[in-house]
């Protein structure tokens, strides 16, 4: 397995302290045993984490073995809220942390706020619970050692969450942070130590606040798709479906991106964006793509005064996470955006969202799962759900056409023609 593929997207930094002789060794028994979570997702706490924000360590025991369930953040799911995640939740409600036990089993939005989410075992064979706890021991264990050296050049103590027996056999490995135990969430371990009575989610935010650090919102579903359900109670607002897509859908000098906008509510309804994006400051990828997608619509905005609330619905949870809670985490540490990927992108998006807010305009980001995820598309023709799920597929449609058009060109048209 190329490593091109374990390690894209992450930070130099963190390959760093990932790449190692261990890690060569567990690749090479892993050649012909069906993972969970693949080879692209196993490392997916470093891609979704920055190094250096990381403010608190949840450590776990192992991937859940169901095949498509983990993908690289401990107790997070993509496909369902497993029993460990919902004990978790419950929690999180009992504490007042969130405002209801949420049905969104996917926590990259704990990751991306600096929620290192990671387990003893990076894998596990499918359908084998613990079957690679021994294979992954001393990696992890070196995961960890390195890691704390890292954390010693923060300016603030992360905190570290050990829960179940086989994590807390790692607190040796762990330095400079606050480090607190507890049981599993596991349903199995509810007898004797029940979780809904772990205070430490709300002590992490607590310790966070006195090191004058920005506490973690544990709220899921602030960007649960529920949010979709108040688009009836805006309709005189602007509503924009946005979209991205690359060809071939990797970061080289071949690939091809082009991106697409469709107001479908408010006075510039039925106007569409669409262009191919230039790829000689930074090569095409889907994720730029959807992000040059919001920055082309805010672009548009500005020169628009018939306008004073925007909603942008993406089915793209990076740039809503970008927006909302990274870029202004560097903001607000005078971190320069200059020294992240995509800065030529980043840096004129954020300052144009924050001048348009400025300005007193509001702007809200809805996330909406592609390609019908939700099954929308059977829905009543004259139904809000039918609706969103149909500009979402146009907008993709228009996206990909984009990319056959001249590249760094950019066409503000019509849905008509």
């Known amino acids: 397995m190329s490593k091109d593929i374990i390690f894209e997207g992450i930070s130099g930094e963190w390959r ?8 060569d060794k567990i690749l090479e028994s892993l050649e012909s045993v069906d993972i969970t ?14 190094i250096d924000n990381i403010k ?17 953040l401990a107790f997070s799911s993509k496909t369902n809220v497993p029993p460990s995640l919902k004990n978790i939740y419950k929690n999180l409600y009992e504490f007042k942390l969130t405002n209801e036990i949420n049905e969104i089993g996917d926590l990259s939005f704990w990751a991306i706020q600096g929620v290192l989410l990671i387990n003893t075992a990076l894998t596990t064979i499918t359908g084998e619970i613990g079957s690679h706890i021994k294979l992954w021991k001393k990696y992890t264990n070196l995961l960890l050692k390195n890691l704390s050296m890292k954390i010693e050049t923060y300016d603030y103590m992360p905190i570290c969450m050990l829960l179940g027996d086989k994590a807390q056999k790692k607190s040796k490995y762990i330095s400079n942070c ?5 049981a599993h969430p596991s349903p199995l371990a509810q007898h004797s130590s029940p979780f809904i009575e772990c205070g430490h989610f709300a002590m992490a935010n607590n310790l966070l606040t006195e090191q004058n650090q920005r506490p973690i919102n544990w709220n899921i579903s602030l ?12 309709i005189k ?9 690359c060809q071939p859908n990797k970061k080289c000098p071949e690939s ?23 790829n000689t400051v930074e090569f095409a990828s889907n994720i730029r793509a959807e992000g040059y997608a919001i920055y082309r619509v805010l672009k548009f905005m500005k020169k628009q005064n018939n306008w004073n609330k925007l909603i942008i619905v993406t089915d793209c949870m990076f740039w809503i996470e970008m927006i909302s809670i990274t870029m202004p985490s560097w903001d607000f540490k005078n971190i320069d955006f200059s020294e992240k990927q995509n800065s030529d992108l980043t840096k004129p998006l954020y300052k144009l969202y924050n001048k348009l807010i400025d300005n007193d305009k509001k702007i809200e980001l809805v996330h909406i799962r592609s ?7 059977s829905k009543e023709y004259d139904s809000y759900e039918y609706f969103s799920a149909i500009s979402n597929e146009y907008v993709d449609d228009l996206a990909k056409y984009a990319r056959t058009i001249p590249i760094d060109t950019h066409i503000i048209g019509n849905i008509y023609n």
């Open 56 to 72: 608190v360590i949840i450590l776990g025991q192992d991937p859940y073995p169901t095949k498509n369930t983990a993908h690289g």
């Open 371 to 377: 390609h019908n995820k939700n099954g929308w598309l």
């Open 16 to 23: 760093r302290i990932l790449d190692n002789e261990l890690l």
């Open 37 to 50: 979570p693949g080879y692209d997702k196993m490392f997916e706490f470093a891609r979704l984490t920055p």
């Open 237 to 245: 607002d602007t509503i924009v479906f946005t979209d991205g897509s």
């Open 256 to 278: 091809i991106g082009g991106y697409a906008a469709c107001f479908v509510a408010g006075p510039y309804a039925d106007t569409t964006l669409y262009g191919n994006i230039d």
């Open 223 to 234: 960007v649960s798709n529920k949010v979709l359900d108040g688009f009836r109670c805006h």
């Open 178 to 182: 606050t480090i607190l135990e507890y």
